[in-house]
């Protein structure tokens, strides 16, 4: 290998170790790490400004104390409770497909 055959090979490893470096150097989420602030939504003033001035945040049906319920229903979960008859929870899991429970059994001999 000559000279300049090697000095061409060694220039472009450098560039390339060079934008290597640069690429993966915009990975980082360091400058998210190292803020000067609490959070990263702090310096916000406008913003805690309108907020501060809200007269009333809450929806209207929040202050609606006339809440529909059914007694008799009411009444019987808690007799069911009283006397440890509860009915088990149906449809708790995550899925919309019913599945059969496997029942693991010993291996044949």
Do not use: Q
């Not at 290597?20 to 406008?46: E, Q």
Request: glycine share 6%.
């Amino acid at each position: 290998m000559s000279r300049a055959t090697s000095s061409r090979s060694n220039a472009r490893g450098a560039i390339l170790a060079l934008a290597a470096t640069t690429l993966l150097g915009a990975c980082t989420d360091m400058y998210l790490d190292r803020r000067d602030t609490v959070s990263l939504a702090a310096g916000d003033a406008p913003a805690a400004n309108r907020v501060t001035h809200v007269i009333d945040p809450w929806p209207l049906r929040a202050g609606d104390r006339n809440i529909a319920f059914d007694g008799e229903r009411m009444a019987a979960a808690a007799e069911r409770y009283r006397t440890d008859k509860v009915k088990p929870p149906a449809g708790t899991g995550t899925s919309s497909v019913k599945y059969e429970p496997v029942l693991l059994s010993p291996p044949a001999k």
